[in-house]
């Protein structure tokens, strides 16, 4: 069972997580082949306070 992980900011829509992840799960299968209906997609919202660039807090940024 491959699993493709994404980590982001929260705030898109539930229509462009569903195109999101069809776009990758169709990419991924078009590349490396095997069954859609066994890739899973994990989508983890992260809070801008939560995550850093450079030693720095999006959030401060």
Do not use: C, Y
Not at 8 to 23: D, I, N, S, W, Y
């Amino acid at each position: 069972m491959p699993t493709i992980r994404v980590e982001m900011f929260p705030g898109r829509t539930h229509a462009q997580k569903a195109a999101l992840v069809e776009a990758l799960t169709d990419g991924f299968v078009s590349t490396a082949g095997g069954n859609r209906e066994a890739l899973h997609v994990v989508l983890t919202e992260v809070e801008q306070e939560n995550w850093a660039v450079g030693g720095t807090l999006v959030s401060d940024r």
